[in-house]
């Protein structure tokens, strides 16, 4: 019911060039079919040449971020229609690098989101605990604000495009991906939060994605958890080879 999805968050990396050449690399060395969604966040200096590469594929774009204001004087910023301009169907909100360079609260990530919802962008809603915040056992908190903070006055056709990436910081590139069974705890704990704020068909309905230095060894494991649905893929996104071993482990035979 919950149609799975890789998603490959380039960061700031890769140029115009590299970008295309990316695309093209995953798509002429494999086998992308099966039913599951693949999409990739490039920088925006490569949506352009993303979207031309993917075109006639089952690629779709996502923004990597989104300004918290509709339009107007906000030098430096990308819009959500933007962002739809430029062929993008997702956009990843309160990623913690935003939070935690950027300055990022919820408030302004549930800005975001509502504009974002508003423009028909799928969001892909990033929380996760610190490694504080970890050691001292307060997952389960940080978790539940930054979910009700970051969601809150959503109404529920608003909530329909919406996924969610459980995100440990301390697991964002480090090469420690955190245990499957404890992925799988947090994911059950997210997706309970959902039914208890906006019911059950939602809450069921809702894809939720892990993230933090997922590779090929640990693709399958994580996605074989039953409230998995989706990765989100940092630094083994960059190479296509990588990211499509990722693809490749997580649904085989599909
Ligand atoms: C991320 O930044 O969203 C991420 C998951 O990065 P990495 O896979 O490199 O840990």
Known sequence: MRRPIVVGNWKMNMLISSSGHW????LNTSDCAGTFDIVVAPPFTSLSVVRKSIEGSKIQLAGQN????AEGAQTGEIS????KD???DYVILGHSERRQYHNESDELINKKIFLACENALNVIFCIGESVGEH?????????ERQLFDGLQGLKEDQLNSLLIAYEPIWAIGTGHTANPNQVQDVHSFIRSLCEKSFG???ARATRILYGGSVDSQSSSALMAQPDVDGLLVG???LRSKSFYDIIKSSFKGD
């Open 86 to 88: 430029a062929g993008c």
């Open 80 to 83: 959500a229609i933007m962002l």
């Open 66 to 69: 989104m300004a918290s204001e």
């Open 135 to 143: 050691n001292k056992d307060k997952t389960n908190d940080v978790i």
């Open 235 to 237: 630094g083994a996104s």
């Open 200 to 202: 059950k068909d939602l």
């Open 23 to 26: 695309v093209e690399e995953l």
